[in-house]
């Protein structure tokens, strides 16, 4: 059995929202085509027609997975933090986007119940995909306040062009998780960003 971790990405600029897992599939970056290969080579090892021995697979995608102090820095949401944290201002490249920001204890859960569906032989899960997101959107300029407000941060925000090469909106549908596997976010992006404030603020004391 397989778990495959892929991302919105695979989706590129979407056609309409909220993105179901059956919207067309145009990644515009680097990452999203190789998330979707990814995905395509998960599907082809799940396939009994290729197979002697096919290995179940079950995708997962994820959308702007914010919350962990580890977190690669020059990610949006830590790198606003960090910023927010040492009063120095955030550069918005752009800032109108609308993205589906999910916090990891609500994606882990996500990924639990995809795990505890799949030894189930009987789940009707194997060759799936299903997205553990929010269905809720906000923009990056708005993200940028709130984390400016929850630290409460003399940083200023500088708007810079943006970057062609981003998405410009997505929202993500869970509701097919929501029905097949139980899942539920229950995160709000405030109580999410403060919680990461609170994980983030010794690792900046220590340095």
Same mark, same amino acid.
């Given at each position: 059995?397989?778990?495959?971790?892929?991302?919105?990405?695979?989706?590129?600029?979407?056609?309409?929202?909220?993105?179901?897992?059956?919207?067309?599939?145009?990644?515009?970056?680097?990452?999203?085509?190789?998330?979707?290969?990814?995905?395509?080579?998960?599907?082809?090892?799940?396939?009994?027609?290729?197979?002697?021995?096919?290995?179940?697979?079950?995708?997962?995608?994820?959308?702007?997975?914010?919350?962990?102090?580890?977190?690669?820095?020059?990610?949006?949401?830590?790198?606003?933090?960090?910023?927010?944290?040492?009063?120095?201002?955030?550069?918005?490249?752009?800032?109108?986007?609308?993205?589906? !920001?999910?916090?990891?204890?609500?994606?882990?859960?996500?990924?639990?119940?995809?795990?505890?569906?799949?030894?189930?032989?009987?789940?009707?899960? !194997?060759?799936?995909?299903?997205?553990?997101?929010?269905?809720?959107?906000?923009?990056?300029?708005?993200?940028?306040?709130?984390?400016?407000?929850?630290?409460?941060?003399?940083?200023?925000?500088?708007?810079?062009?943006?970057?062609?090469?981003?998405?410009?909106?997505?929202?993500?549908?869970?509701?097919?998780?929501?029905?097949?596997?139980?899942?539920?976010?229950?995160?709000?992006?405030?109580?999410?960003?403060?919680?990461?404030?609170?994980?983030?603020?010794?690792?900046?004391?220590?340095?």
């Amino acid at each position: 059995m397989l778990l495959e971790a892929s991302s919105r990405e695979v989706y590129g600029e979407p056609l309409y929202l909220p993105v179901n897992e059956d919207h067309p599939k145009n990644p515009k970056s680097v990452y999203g085509v190789t998330k979707l290969s990814a995905e395509r080579a998960c599907l082809s090892y799940s396939d009994e027609s290729n197979l002697a021995r096919p290995v179940n697979c079950v995708i997962m995608r994820f959308s702007n997975v914010y919350g962990s102090e580890r977190d690669l820095p020059e990610r949006v949401v830590p790198k606003f933090m960090n910023k927010a944290l040492r009063g120095e201002d955030l550069a918005l490249y752009g800032g109108e986007q609308i993205l589906d !920001f999910t916090f990891i204890d609500d994606t882990v859960s996500g990924i639990m119940k995809a795990y505890s569906a799949s030894l189930k032989s009987d789940a009707g899960i !194997f060759g799936e995909a299903f997205h553990f997101v929010t269905g809720r959107g906000v923009s990056v300029s708005e993200l940028a306040r709130m984390i400016i407000d929850i630290v409460g941060s003399g940083s200023k925000i500088i708007h810079e062009p943006s970057n062609s090469f981003e998405v410009r909106k997505f929202i993500g549908d869970p509701s097919k998780a929501e029905k097949i596997l139980g899942y539920k976010p229950t995160v709000n992006l405030e109580h999410g960003l403060r919680a990461l404030m609170d994980r983030m603020v010794p690792t900046i004391v220590a340095r």
